[in-house]
């Protein structure tokens, strides 16, 4: 028996697609809103990361964040274009945000190819099973029901949402189960692989299906010694016996 903990977004999941989509809505919202005084599209999507990178600094994962952030880019784009702000196209811009959260919108996607092959042959063995994900509470358990992980994490026991960082959660997991082998299933070096190898787990690597390039990449130098990298996570299963120590 062995014990396996995952990430979820990027490693389980992709939701990354939903922002895009939003934003995609967002910037026909504003380009048919401003008219001729619409910027370019890319430098609406320019602006709106930049303010959400500066809320993000405060306000983290938290579910208000990203339709903020296109609410506040709505504002900005009208006081640049000399256009008069719209309380109605605000209320429109938070709804575009909010379809990014949606449980609905989780119903209508897949899970990563490989990882319900991968989570199915992990739970015939009898491992112990867990993922731990950093996000708002809220918006991971529609994940949660959205793509049926129930399946393979029944309860919060087994489904860890975390606000901050995963050390913590990480260490308390380990402890329940000192015994077996850990290992620790992420696509983040800083969030998944550091903590994962302090907290006592063999950390393995599969970057996200979206990174596309070595240099999209960064930090590989702080991997943790003994990390095993795959490129897609079936390849876990596949390389199982090779790695099981």
Same mark, same amino acid.
């Given at each position: 028996?062995?014990?396996?903990?995952?990430?979820?977004?990027?490693?389980?999941?992709?939701?990354?697609?939903?922002?895009?989509?939003?934003?995609?809505?967002?910037?026909?919202?504003?380009?048919?809103?401003?008219?001729?005084?619409?910027?370019?599209?890319?430098?609406?999507?320019?602006?709106?990361?930049?303010?959400?990178? %500066?809320?993000?600094? &405060?306000?983290? +994962?938290? *579910?208000? #964040?990203? =339709?903020?952030?296109? /609410?506040?880019?709505?504002?900005?784009?009208?006081?640049?274009?000399?256009?008069?702000?719209?309380?109605?196209?605000?209320?429109?811009?938070?709804?575009?945000?909010?379809?990014?959260?949606?449980?609905?919108?989780?119903?209508?996607?897949?899970?990563?190819?490989?990882?319900?092959?991968?989570?199915?042959?992990?739970?015939?063995?009898?491992?112990?099973?867990?993922?731990?994900?950093?996000?708002?509470?809220?918006?991971?358990?529609?994940?949660?029901?959205?793509?049926?992980?129930?399946?393979?994490?029944?309860?919060?026991?087994?489904?860890?949402?975390?606000?901050? %960082?995963?050390?913590? &959660?990480?260490? +308390?997991? *380990?402890? #329940?189960? =000192?015994?077996?082998? /850990?290992?620790?299933?992420?696509?983040?070096?800083?969030?998944?692989?550091?903590?994962?190898?302090?907290?006592?787990?063999?950390?393995?690597?599969?970057?996200?299906?979206?990174?596309?390039?070595?240099?999209?990449?960064?930090?590989?130098?702080?991997?943790?010694?003994?990390?095993?990298?795959?490129?897609?996570?079936?390849?876990?299963?596949?390389?199982?016996?090779?790695?099981?120590?």
């Amino acid at each position: 028996m062995n014990l396996w903990v995952f990430d979820l977004d990027g490693t389980l999941v992709t939701s990354n697609i939903d922002y895009h989509y939003a934003l995609l809505d967002f910037c026909r919202l504003m380009l048919s809103t401003l008219g001729h005084k619409a910027p370019h599209f890319l430098k609406v999507l320019d602006l709106e990361g930049e303010i959400d990178k %500066e809320r993000f600094k &405060t306000m983290r +994962a938290d *579910r208000n #964040r990203f =339709p903020g952030s296109l /609410a506040e880019a709505y504002r900005e784009l009208c006081r640049r274009a000399g256009v008069e702000f719209d309380p109605a196209i605000e209320r429109q811009v938070l709804e575009i945000g909010n379809s990014a959260l949606s449980e609905k919108t989780y119903q209508n996607r897949t899970m990563i190819p490989g990882v319900e092959e991968l989570l199915a042959f992990l739970q015939d063995r009898g491992d112990l099973l867990y993922c731990v994900t950093f996000g708002d509470r809220w918006v991971q358990w529609m994940k949660w029901r959205g793509y049926n992980l129930r399946r393979f994490f029944p309860t919060q026991r087994e489904f860890r949402p975390v606000r901050y %960082e995963k050390l913590g &959660t990480l260490k +308390a997991i *380990r402890a #329940r189960h =000192p015994d077996v082998p /850990a290992f620790m299933v992420g696509d983040s070096i800083e969030s998944d692989l550091i903590p994962a190898a302090e907290a006592g787990y063999r950390p393995i690597y599969v970057p996200a299906p979206s990174v596309w390039d070595h240099g999209e990449l960064k930090g590989e130098d702080k991997i943790p010694p003994g990390t095993l990298k795959f490129k897609r996570i079936v390849e876990i299963r596949d390389s199982f016996f090779d790695f099981r120590g």
